[in-house]
């Protein structure tokens, strides 16, 4: 297997740093087609990064989709892509997630803590940040790298103690000698017989080391049940975000939680799919007055994210579904509601009016509810046509004063001239109109 320079601008052969080059494989025909990247585990490695960030990479270079088999060890792009162009494309991940900075070292250590990625390099000691505008950069605050796991306290001490007595060895045979107690040197530090006083090995114990420890052990957990969270599959997922929301309606506290069950739903990726939850949980016959009550909860998870909008829609027609006596009546009103609460924006109302789907609840209801809805989706279009032709066509208007205080507004593009009067003028003075284009 032909290896390269892992930064590929140094040219010199006895560069240290190697990795292999990348072996892609197409399979598939048409539209199945996909790229295999062979030895991704070997490259992951040789970089000091999990492998599932350089396939990220790829697919948000690409426009791609990219797909993951842990336990096989096979990391596919979907379309069929060159390995000449997805090294160079390497190249780029290595330039901005694995050489340092300032010396360009790739023998860097990969941090990521409170939404942000540094690189530590082990070579120049420089820290720097990465720059969070590339769309890798979310996968990766969600994915974080797995931390080495520390050597035990127990093992330290006794590293500490071997080392005590090694030193004080060293010493007693230069200074000729010294007296030993049950076969050990006696170390003798000011009056201090523990051996542990700025030795270099010893464990800080004071309350804010303690604390300081404690606070990284449970970051570290932090982040490992997050990983392990997103592990899971979309059912579990779902089933925990619900039982997080049951659990903020039990204990009463809904109404105060919008920030914490966006956070959840982020958390565990179930953004797009939260509204159906939150509609199941929250919403009943009384469905109109139960959207406005919780406002901030839709507007948060809903702003900005057309999934998210399309989904509230989906438990609209279900909570219909489940009341058709209270709701059908109220479909108009509810779908109005949605948009002037800017809970769902116009765009994802017209699209939603225009398609009638079976998916979520039967084919006659379906019609039913997108036939009470079609006089606001019909006044949505119509708003919205307006508004682009009011753009295309914009007046040109011109002012002209005259003697009697009266003002006269023109529109020159149709050649028309209606005139507007203001003030107190006499109709008799309309002879000394001036106009600004006779000047």
Not at 108 to 114: E, G, N, P, S
């Amino acid at each position: 297997m032909a290896s390269v320079n892992v930064n590929r601008e140094v040219q010199d052969v006895f560069y240290r740093y190697k990795m292999p080059s990348i072996i892609a494989k197409v399979e598939g025909k048409g539209n199945g087609v996909k790229t295999v990247i062979v030895n991704m585990v070997d490259i992951a490695k040789a970089l000091g990064r999990p492998a599932t960030y350089t396939c990220k990479f790829f697919g948000c270079e690409l426009g791609a989709q990219t797909q993951f088999d842990l336990k096989h060890d096979r990391y596919i792009v979907n379309g069929s892509h060159e390995s000449g162009r997805l090294q160079e494309m390497l190249d780029v991940f290595i330039k901005k997630f694995v050489l340092c900075q300032e010396c360009d070292n790739p023998e860097t250590t990969m941090v990521v803590k409170r939404g942000t990625i540094g690189l530590v390099c082990k070579a120049c000691g420089n820290q720097s940040l990465v720059d969070l505008r590339h769309k890798l950069c979310t996968y990766i605050i969600k994915n974080p790298p797995q931390k080495d796991k520390k050597q035990k306290p127990g093992k330290e001490r006794e590293r500490g103690h071997s080392s005590e007595e090694e030193v004080h060895a060293t010493n007693g045979h230069s200074n000729g000698g010294t007296k030993k107690t049950n076969g050990h040197h006696k170390p003798k530090s000011n009056g201090v017989e523990n051996g542990f006083v700025d030795d270099g090995w010893s464990v800080d114990v004071s309350e804010e080391a303690v604390a300081a420890r404690l606070n990284e052990i449970s970051s570290g957990v932090v982040s490992l049940t997050m990983s392990e969270d997103l592990e899971r599959t979309p059912t579990e997922r779902a089933n925990m975000l619900y039982n997080f929301v049951k659990k903020s309606i039990d204990n009463g506290t809904i109404g105060n939680l919008a920030k914490e069950i966006l956070a959840e739903a982020e958390r565990l990726d179930m953004r797009s799919k939260a509204p159906l939850i939150l509609v199941e949980l929250l919403c009943n016959a009384n469905m109109r007055e139960q959207i406005k009550t919780h406002r901030s909860i839709f507007l948060r998870i809903c702003n900005e994210n057309k999934k998210a909008q399309k989904a509230l829609l989906c438990g609209f027609e279900k909570t219909v579904e489940l009341h058709p006596d209270a709701l059908l009546p109220k479909v108009a009103h509810i779908v109005k509601d949605l948009y002037d609460l800017d809970i769902i924006d116009e765009e994802v109302l017209i699209e939603w009016g225009e398609k009638k789907s079976k998916k979520n609840v039967s084919k006659e209801l379906s019609k039913q509810i997108h036939a009470k809805a079609a006089p606001v989706v019909k006044w949505l279009k119509e708003a919205e046509e307006e508004s682009s032709e009011n753009e295309e066509d914009e007046i040109e208007i011109e002012y002209t004063y005259r003697a009697g205080s009266q003002l006269r507004v023109e529109d020159k593009t149709n050649g028309n001239a209606p005139v507007v009067h203001a003030g107190n003028g006499d109709a008799e003075s309309g002879d000394d109109d001036l106009n600004i284009d006779d000047i």
